[in-house]
């Protein structure tokens, strides 16, 4: 591998690397986003990662990062310059994205969630709406002319599980899993029933409620950890996409070539 695309997406909770050969993604990984680590722990984790997937690494690399974690974008410059010899694309104010931003302040949008959106209209080319399971979730909504439109942000699943669990006396931590039915019988069926089925609940109402406001054709693509967990039980989900964020990564950076 010659050259390649390194695309880097920093959440907050983790950060996910690609490895793009051409349109193809032919290596990923996930990590946690801690700004304690140093530039050189995270540029020697990479360098092992490679090397335990059987990649040469690169002897040129073209690498665009996404972070909504500000000392992190510090972190993970600084390892591309250092260990990847390249000059990241960071996304942000003046990267060409070809989707106009319709939001009072653009500067305010996570650049995640921008990227989501292009990504998902490539996809459909028509309205759309992105629903992102993350540490927030968060809904972004594209016009059928491909303008980002703005969204909605709620906690996500484990920020309300850990709320509920730490503000509590007696209620315990209980692993997010689907329970058997909707009427719990005992305490940790009723906590996954109201997490799991509570969020199904505010993902299929909000979209219904935007589809109101922006057409009632949108398209709604998931992405994010928790999206295997709650499609299923979506009667709005239609697709599930793990590596949206970095397919979009990889289309923002072709059109700043």
């Not at 899993?177 to 909000?206: C, E, F």
């Not at 998931?222 to 709650?230: I, R, V």
């Amino acid at each position: 591998m010659s050259s390649a695309l390194l695309a880097i997406d920093v959440g907050n909770t983790h950060a996910v690397v690609g490895v793009y050969e051409g349109d193809r993604l032919v290596r990923h990984w996930r990590m946690l986003s801690d700004p304690g680590r140093t530039s050189d722990e995270y540029g020697v984790l990479l360098w092992n990662l490679y090397r335990a997937s059987d990649l040469p690494i690169p002897k040129k690399s073209a690498i665009i990062v996404c972070s909504v974690v500000p000392p992190m974008t510090t972190i993970v410059e600084d390892l591309c310059r250092d260990y990847f010899h390249a000059e990241p694309l960071v996304v942000g104010p003046g990267v060409k994205t070809g989707m106009p931003i319709l939001y009072d302040n653009p500067k305010e949008v996570g650049a995640d969630r921008i990227v989501n959106a292009v990504a998902a209209y490539e996809r459909y080319r028509r309205g759309c709406i992105v629903v992102d399971f993350g540490t927030a979730t968060t809904f972004d909504c594209v016009s059928a002319k491909g303008e980002y439109l703005g969204g909605v942000i709620t906690p996500g699943l484990g920020i309300s599980l850990d709320a509920l669990v730490t503000r509590t006396a007696k209620l315990p931590r209980v692993e997010l899993v689907r329970p058997p039915k909707v009427v719990g019988k005992n305490t940790v069926h009723a906590i996954q029933a109201g997490i799991v089925y509570g969020y199904v609940s505010l993902v299929d109402g909000l979209v219904a409620r935007i589809r109101e406001e922006i057409g009632a054709d949108a398209r709604v693509i998931a992405t994010g950890g928790f999206a295997h967990l709650l499609a299923p039980e979506s009667t709005t989900i239609e697709a599930v996409d793990e590596f949206l964020t970095l397919e979009g990564l990889r289309l923002i950076h072709r059109r700043n070539q």
